[in-house]
């Protein structure tokens, strides 16, 4: 590769790390006794492409080895058919990464796999762990050497060192040392083993298909492989499944449970249910007419910024009795990376993503519908290029409360200082973006709708209410979660 293509490949990674939108977190999925299980990994990492770009792979085993592959890229440009073909076993554990934690390199890339006394192990994180410095300067003093510099290898490496007897013992020793989010799934010899931090930041649900199990961060993946589901892993939970049986552990005290409320406003698919089976199109739709009860506004339209706005806009619409019209056109063919013509063609990289459609706009009044505002870069672009389609008011409405911390559990966010919320007043931002008014939902509002989803939730990027502080922060909560497993915390669970 040649220097020029190299500066290429950095700039468009540069560009995208400061691109005006939160980043998707990692997918992880795994199967256990499936005779096709590395091509049905493959297809549960294809409908949790959303969740991350970066990196893809797969690991199995077939109770003896494990086979991985794992490379730069999409899913479908990461495997071919004789690069699953080649990977052999009845259970397989899969992994879609956007780094959250550690670079984007291939040395980043997921399932880790290591080599203990008690076989092979590799492991998929979703989550951030906050404690993760800290970790490593004492493992590092101890003689560890770390391949990559993510903080999902941490785990491994405690795992490995652990003096527990068994390798979920090992794994429940290792995950009661770290803080912060964690979303796991572990592929041994011979079991499959997953597991979610005590308040649950991250989605993680069980699945039967035919004989075999099956786990994911969301439900769509269990859809497009025909999988029914089960449950969602409890906060705190550990499942082991071995011998085609399923044990639940709960090795660690109650706390209050913080499941990310971005997760339904903006991270998992629309057709995914998460906790209980809970729609996230439903409640999209719902912040959107608790948004329009909140901010109303004489229009002629209410037009989404595709696609993340479109429910919220449906339910905005549909409260106000105003049309909906996609009066934005999104090209999906778009990649992370593309070749972009001479600086003469201004605001290039909003107009090869978004259109506007002159013929429906010129002379109206547009309620235009987003799902957050981080840095305010993209909305300037896109209420100009509306005005300049013929719009002759926007009023600009977001479906979520101003973003004004960056998250620690998970979701690649800007520092506070690049929030354009965090530096600026609604009134402020609403002449930045060039808007004729702006409205957000409030937190309130968002609090309220969330109360029928009957779970606790995080939202500390808007409240700067946050359940576990990070190492750079006021200092870590002492660790106290772990307790030893007793005969009342053990249940197995069969087919039926």
């Given at each position: 590769m040649s220097d020029g293509t190299n500066r290429s490949a950095f700039d468009a990674l540069a560009e995208e790390r400061t691109a005006d939108h939160f980043h998707d977190e990692c997918g992880v999925f795994g199967i256990y006794n499936h005779e096709e299980a590395s091509h049905i990994a493959y297809l549960g990492l294809y409908a949790l492409q959303h969740r991350g770009q970066e990196s893809a792979g797969i690991c199995t085993s077939d109770e003896q080895s494990h086979f991985v592959h794992r490379s730069m890229g999409l899913v479908a440009d990461v495997f071919e058919k004789s690069t699953l073909n080649k990977l052999y076993g009845q259970h397989a554990v899969g992994h879609v990464r956007y780094s959250t934690a550690g670079e984007s390199l291939l040395r980043n890339a997921q399932p880790f796999c290591a080599a203990t006394d008690d076989g092979p192990v590799s492991i998929a994180h979703n989550g951030n762990l906050v404690n993760v410095a800290s970790l490593r300067h004492e493992l590092q003093k101890q003689g560890t050497i770390f391949?990559?510099?993510?903080?999902?290898?941490?785990?491994?490496?405690?795992?490995?060192?652990?003096?527990?007897?068994?390798?979920?013992?090992?794994?429940?020793?290792?995950?009661?040392?770290?803080?912060?989010?964690?979303?796991?799934?572990?592929?041994?010899?011979?079991?499959?083993?997953?597991?979610?931090?005590?308040?649950?930041?991250?989605?993680?649900?069980?699945?039967?298909?035919?004989?075999?199990?099956?786990?994911?961060?969301?439900?769509?993946?269990?859809?497009?492989?025909?999988?029914?589901?089960?449950?969602?892993?409890?906060?705190?939970?550990?499942?082991?499944i071995r011998d085609g049986e399923l044990t639940s552990l709960h090795p660690f005290a109650s706390t209050k449970e913080s499941f990310c409320i971005f997760e339904y406003i903006y991270f998992a698919r629309p057709d995914s249910n998460l906790l209980d089976q809970q729609n996230v199109y439903a409640f999209r739709k719902e912040l959107g007419r608790v948004l329009c009860r909140e901010y109303p506004a004489e229009a002629d339209m209410v037009v989404p910024v595709l696609d993340s706005g479109t429910a919220a806009a449906l339910g905005y619409a549909e409260e106000a009795g105003i049309p909906y019209e996609t009066a934005l056109i999104r090209n999906h063919y778009v990649q992370r990376t593309f070749i972009e013509p001479a600086q003469s063609i201004r605001h290039f990289g909003v107009k090869v993503k978004h259109n506007a459609v002159t013929g429906i706009l010129r002379g109206k009044r547009v309620i235009l519908v987003e799902d957050s505002i981080v840095r305010g870069t993209t909305l300037i672009k896109i209420v100009t290029m509306l005005r300049n389609a013929g719009a002759?008011?926007?009023?600009?409405?977001?479906?979520?409360?101003?973003?004004?911390?960056?998250?620690?559990?998970?979701?690649?966010?800007?520092?506070?200082?690049?929030?354009?919320?965090?530096?600026?007043?609604?009134?402020?931002?609403?002449?930045?973006?060039?808007?004729?008014?702006?409205?957000?939902?409030?937190?309130?509002?968002?609090r309220n709708a969330a109360q029928e989803l009957k779970h606790n939730f995080c939202d500390a990027c808007f409240s700067l209410e946050y359940p576990v502080q990070s190492e750079d922060g006021n200092g870590i909560p002492q660790l106290s979660l772990f307790r030893p497993v007793v005969e009342a915390d053990v249940r197995s669970e069969d087919r039926s």
């Open positions: 391949s990559s510099s993510a903080d999902s290898e941490v785990i491994v490496h405690l795992l490995a060192r652990s003096r527990e007897s068994s390798l979920e013992g090992r794994l429940i020793d290792a995950i009661s040392r770290v803080t912060g989010a964690f979303s796991l799934i572990v592929l041994t010899a011979d079991s499959l083993i997953a597991a979610r931090d005590p308040h649950g930041f991250r989605p993680l649900s069980l699945a039967r298909l035919d004989d075999a199990w099956v786990v994911a961060s969301e439900s769509c993946a269990m859809d497009l492989i025909g999988a029914t589901f089960v449950r969602d892993v409890e906060p705190g939970e550990v499942v082991v002759q008011e926007v009023h600009v409405r977001v479906s979520s409360p101003p973003t004004m911390g960056p998250c620690h559990y998970g979701i690649d966010t800007p520092d506070s200082e690049e929030l354009i919320a965090h530096r600026n007043t609604p009134e402020e931002i609403c002449k930045i973006i060039g808007a004729d008014s702006l409205g957000y939902l409030s937190i309130a509002g968002l």
